[in-house]
């Protein structure tokens, strides 16, 4: 033993290299709650009764049957396997390593059919997981817009508080312009130079004026709700044949695939601004990490000032960042009144900026994590809109706030800490 | 005058609070160093050109606050450009503009005249009313309205000044009003001032506790208290609205609607000056709250550790201050400050009992009079008037002139917008800029989604 002792205490602990512990407990505990809960659920309300999945449509290539499920043994199976999950995370925070996420994905699986079971458990109607699944992919649609739009920006150092307020432009334009001209493309367009309008307005006080971006975004959102409900009142009404009924986008199958089943409705008889949005996230994704204009916008929002002095023009890239962040929240605005519903109404993007922006934040700046962000929000909120057709036992409002809930325990439990880029917020001062 | 910006900090020169602060034992050199950088910063404000007339008239144009009265002015004007250009009549009289412009003109004058006064028959002095009492009860209407807009703005700037932005403060005010709703109809037999304490306690707390929520994730998880109080506020909503659609919970009995019964006599907030005007005690306690806030930061330790926190958690964690715990307080005491405006709603201003949208949009509208107010407790007290004002001004106008409320919302915003940028006010009046001096301190971080975690 040639560890020293001080005052009769061995040190050999002190002596040798320090353990680190870079696992946490906390998404072990926010597991193990969970399955709790859900168990207490099954337990305190047991639901008798076959729960059916319906997996195909009418126009399949080929039919799948129904699922039709016992339903209390479906949701005790799910709950083993995620109960086995739990254990395996357990373990494995134990031996100081990560819980994986296929593990993780198991679990909200697992706990997904089984909570599905239970809630269409002897339910007259059919659970149809493509509607589930398709409309999730519509409801995301403004939300990964917007958090796209979010990313570019604060990937440049800029914050957008104001993605509400792009979206609620882009929204009304494509209203009046839509309708004025009885194009959609039309009212498309008008929704992206209105968003990048108001962006323009965002870096102007931002970038130039350096005025505090927290401001500027809580203030933009401010007005163009103000601006947009009081032309709505005064102008909108009066002229609403004219200036408020468009045209929508027609859905576009793309022949064949969109025969597949489950598959192929979901994700290939969509409208043109849904395709787009797959092209877009992966467009962003290239664009921010494999090219030089993504370097270059990543690079200014990390640290400015290395950045100017190899010869990037901050203020310039910041505002063509901005611009282009502007561009893309602008077509999640489109989607409001051009695909969604023919008419705008007041304040009708009901927070869905503020989601976005949670979406970028839960998605680490990172555009395809944020896109998922906003799809896992979608399918909650789309969830909460079949049960209720088949009719679930559960409050509505609960299952309203299921889509919150589910992103409170995400964030507490499975993100944690998100680190913005390092100058996300700072105006650039040239020395 | 180093920062005209209202941003989370205050407006008190840092040098000077550098100087206030700093030991003398402790650091040799520090003050000697600050108060020579403090000279020299003087130096440059009093840089004169001789003509001692117009040095006074550069110093007075330069000032904020000939800022503040060019941003209202502006954003006056906008709101102007809005009700001309929406307007009925001039849009007929538009037509045959170059026959007659007169009309036209006319016609502009009377609708943007027509509004303002309306506004300020509606938010200050009613000249049209008989009795001085009908013509001030616009006044109290302002105060009225302002009690909540204060106590939520400090709520949110309090929180500023902490480094985190709460975006919760519908949330907040949703389940304080609740808990103070239920107090106040639900509890029987109490005698008036104890049952009245009873629902205020439990309101703040109900506030404080809901917002705590966020200040122990971010404390203890590191999640982010953007993200987590926006969750919070849906949660709240749906939550209150299930209260309130259940039989036997928050509704009244033998009604459909998700409404509650009104508020017991007992609990209620008494009038402030009679029975016929609205303002009651709930205005004073908004007070007393801007008083609190202002010891809370300027004179107490735990404030200090808020604004050390505010502006650097690593250096305030090196200096000992237990940050995820002052993570937890700050969202405490923010939260307690938005649900006295909860609580207010409930028992002062709408007694008649309340559903889902008691929060009146003011959760949202307390971010802007904290930013307004510098996040400052006497600015937010300022900001909260001024809004308080355009919102009684504005129902009123849109009463009397059919001009719809929301060109409140423009001209709030614009100024906000206008205030935050001098130079750009200065640039449109052709003010003369301040001599521009040399940025000392580094430019303020944004609190929004940039306060990392404690790590």
């Given at each position: ?15 040798g ?17 969970v ?6 659920l099954?337990?305190?309300?047991p ?38 999950v ?21 679990y ?22 493509v509607?589930?699944?398709s ?18 920006g604060?990937?440049a150092?800029?914050?957008n508080i ?12 494509a ?17 992206v ?23 500027v ?5 401010v ?22 009924s468009?045209?929508?986008f027609?859905r ?62 901050v ?23 051009v695909?969604?519903?023919n ?14 922006l949670?979406?970028?934040?839960f ?5 395809v994590?944020?896109?998922l962000?906003g ?39 499975l ?5 913005a ?11 | ?19 206030e ?30 003509d ?13 606050w ?10 006056v ?31 502009a ?12 028959r ?7 009313a ?20 204060v ?47 009873l ?8 506030g404080g506790?809901?917002a ?14 953007v ?54 005690w709930?205005?004073?306690?908004s ?45 405490l ?9 909860g609580?207010?709603q ?49 129902s ?9 409320i929301?060109?409140v919302?423009?001209v ?24 521009t ?18 790590a």
């Open positions: 033993m040639t560890a020293t002792t001080v005052d009769g205490a061995p040190v050999s602990a002190a002596a290299p320090r353990a680190v512990r870079t696992v946490t407990w906390k998404t072990v505990t926010v597991l193990a709650v399955l709790a809960l859900y168990a207490l099954l337990l305190l309300a639901h008798e009764g076959a729960a059916r999945f319906r997996l195909s449509t009418d126009r399949d290539l080929f039919v799948l049957p129904t699922l039709e499920l016992p339903a209390l043994t479906t949701a005790w199976v799910c709950a083993a396997v995620a109960l086995a739990v254990g395996l995370a357990v373990a494995r925070t134990r031996g100081g390593r990560r819980v994986p996420v296929w593990a993780t994905a198991l909200a699986a697992a706990l997904l059919v089984g909570f599905l079971a239970w809630a269409a458990a002897g339910s007259p109607r059919d659970l149809s997981v509607g589930l699944l409309g999730a992919v519509v409801l995301c649609v403004p939300i990964v817009y917007g958090a796209l739009g979010g990313v570019i604060e990937r150092g800029v914050v104001a993605i509400e307020g792009q979206l609620l432009a882009g929204a009304f334009t209203a009046v312009v839509g309708s004025l001209t009885d194009s959609p493309w039309a009212g498309l367009l008008a929704a130079l209105a968003s990048t309008l108001v962006a323009l307005v965002l870096g102007m006080f931002a970038i130039t004026y350096k005025v505090n971006q927290v401001i975004g809580v203030v933009l959102n007005l163009v709700i103000g601006l947009t409900s009081f032309l709505y009142s005064q102008v909108l009404v009066p002229g609403a044949e004219t200036l408020n468009t045209t929508r027609a576009i199958p793309v022949p064949f695939l969109e025969r597949i089943p489950l598959v192929g409705p979901v994700l290939f008889n969509q409208t043109i601004v849904v395709y787009l949005m797959f092209v877009m996230v992966a467009v962003v994704w290239f664009a921010l990490y494999r090219t030089r204009w993504g370097l270059r916008v990543r690079a200014v929002g990390e640290h400015p000032k290395a950045a100017d002095t190899v010869g990037i023009d203020v310039r890239t910041r505002y063509r960042a901005v611009l282009t962040a502007g561009a893309v929240a602008g077509l999640g605005g489109a989607f409001y009144t695909v969604s519903i008419q705008f109404n007041r304040e009708m993007t009901a927070g869905a900026g503020f989601i976005a949670a979406a970028v934040i998605g680490k700046w990172d555009p994590r944020a896109a962000a799809l896992l929000f979608g399918f909650a909120t789309n969830l909460q809109n079949v049960l209720s057709v088949v009719g679930s036992p559960v409050p509505s409002q609960f299952m309203l706030m299921l889509p919150y809930v589910v992103t409170l325990l995400a964030v507490a439990g993100v944690g800490r998100s680190r880029p390092a100058a996300d917020g700072v105006p650039y001062t040239k020395e | 005058m180093s920062a005209q910006t209202p941003g989370p900090r205050g407006p008190e020169n840092p040098l000077d609070e550098a100087l602060t700093a030991d003398p034992a402790a650091e040799p050199g520090l003050v000697e160093e600050l108060e020579q950088e403090r000279a020299r910063e003087r130096a440059d404000l009093a840089e004169d050109t001789g001692r007339w117009r040095d006074a008239m550069r110093h007075v144009v330069s000032g904020g000939v800022v503040s009265v060019g941003a209202i002015v502006l954003a004007l906008a709101g102007s450009v809005m009700i001309v250009l929406t307007d009925e009549r001039v849009q007929e009289t538009a037509g045959y503009f170059f026959a007659r412009p007169t009309d036209m003109l006319a016609a004058g009377d609708a943007v005249g027509g509004a303002y006064s309306a506004l300020f509606g938010a200050v002095y009613n000249y049209q008989d009795t001085f009492a009908a013509a001030i009860r616009p006044l109290t209407q302002t105060l009225t309205n302002a009690a909540p807009l106590a939520a703005g400090l709520g949110v700037a309090l929180a500023f000044r902490a480094g985190l932005f709460n975006i919760g403060g519908q949330g907040q005010m949703l389940m304080a009003a609740t808990a103070a709703g239920w107090i106040g109809f639900g509890v029987t037999g109490l005698p008036f001032p104890l049952h009245l304490l629902a205020l306690v439990a309101g703040v707390l109900a506790l809901w705590g929520i966020a200040g122990f994730l971010k404390a203890r998880t590191g999640a982010h208290e993200i987590v109080t926006i969750m919070l506020n849906y949660v709240a909503f749906y939550l209150v609205s299930y209260l309130l659609a259940t039989p036997g919970l928050l509704q009244a009995p033998g009604s459909a609607n998700p409404k509650t019964p009104p508020m017991r006599e007992s609990a209620i907030l008494p009038p402030l000056l009679g029975g016929q005007f609205p303002l009651h709930g205005f004073v306690l007070l007393l709250a801007v008083a609190l806030v202002w010891w809370l930061l300027n004179r107490s330790s735990l404030g200090f550790a808020f604004r050390a926190v505010g502006e650097n958690p690593k250096a305030a964690r090196v200096a000992g201050i237990d940050v995820p715990r002052t993570t937890v307080s700050v969202m005491v923010a939260g307690a400050l938005v649900g006295l405006a609580v207010q409930v028992l002062g201003t709408v007694t008649t009992g309340f559903s889902s949208d008691i929060d009146a949009g003011i959760g949202f509208d307390a971010i802007t009079v904290a930013l307004l107010g510098g996040s400052n407790p006497w600015g937010v007290l300022a900001a909260g008037t001024l809004f308080g004002g355009f919102k009684a001004g504005g009123a106008m849109q009463a009397a002139e059919g001009i719809p929301e060109i919302l423009v709030q915003s614009l100024i906000v917008l206008f205030i935050a940028a001098p130079p750009l006010v200065r640039a449109i009046f052709r003010l003369p800029q301040p001599a001096r040399r940025r000392r301190t580094p430019p303020v971080r944004s609190t929004a989604t940039t306060t990392e975690g404690q």
